[in-house]
């Protein structure tokens, strides 16, 4: 079973809004990590938010993490059309763990 | 910035062929990683390497080999392409603290 798991599946808003992507985890971890992949490309790294850490920011995005309910939060504040792309979260579970991806939320900002 | 290419943005092979698939980065990085993306299943990692020779495998390694013979350099290869590799492959690299991981722009492999 996948350690991430991020939700929604797709979300689709308008130009202005603001989106915000779950991420679910089952084992405790060192970090947890936010990626962007616009179509057909690589994924770039966005933040990443340490277990001791609450909440990060960086630009219009706000990432918080709750280990106690093994979840973190990816929020975009003012989206543009430049936004859409799909967002992954990875969890390191530390030395000897694989990097754990999720399926990805599909974020459409429409203008 | 950290560059990290791939020798092939679109590739097509027929079952049976040897394929490679090669991934080079220019930051030193000591680990380099191979992950298949398959739609709904996100990133699979294949194999990953943390030094020079050194590979270790990951989540799905059946049916794919590796090569890391100098720093900069991660091949992967698919000894007998099947038509369930059909698949985006992608190369990323890393400082050896584990953290930030850094991608190439994938290789869509369609194997007939």
């Known amino acids: 079973s996948q350690q991430g798991e991020e939700d929604p599946q797709a979300l689709s808003i308008q130009e202005g809004e603001n989106a915000t992507m779950n991420c679910s985890y089952k084992?405790?971890?060192?970090?947890l990590q936010w990626y962007r992949q616009n179509s057909g490309r690589g994924l770039v790294h966005l933040i990443l938010i340490r277990s001791n850490e609450r909440e990060k920011h960086s630009g219009r995005l706000r990432v918080t993490l709750d280990t106690s309910k093994k979840s973190s939060s990816l929020l975009i504040t003012a989206s543009r059309a430049a936004d859409t792309a799909s967002y992954f979260c990875?969890?390191?579970?530390?030395?000897?763990?694989?990097?754990?991806f999720g399926p990805g939320t599909r974020l459409s900002v429409l203008p | 910035d950290v560059k990290v290419t791939q020798s092939s943005r679109y590739l097509v092979k027929r079952t049976g062929e040897k394929v490679f698939l090669e991934c080079v980065q220019d930051m030193d990085h000591e680990n380099m990683f191979w992950y298949r993306q398959d739609p709904g299943l996100g990133l699979r990692l294949i194999y990953f390497s943390y030094d020079v020779k050194m590979k270790e495998k990951g989540d799905i390694p059946e049916g794919y080999s590796v090569s890391r013979e100098k720093k900069e350099r991660f091949s992967l290869i698919l000894e007998s392409a099947s038509t369930n590799q059909t698949s985006m492959y992608l190369c990323?690299?890393?400082?050896?603290?584990?953290?930030?991981?850094?991608f190439g722009p994938g290789t869509r492999l369609l194997v007939l």
């Open positions: 990323a690299s890393s400082l050896q603290g584990r953290e930030t991981q850094y």
């Open positions: 990875a969890t390191d579970a530390g030395y000897g763990q694989n990097f754990v």
């Open positions: 084992t405790s971890i060192n970090n």
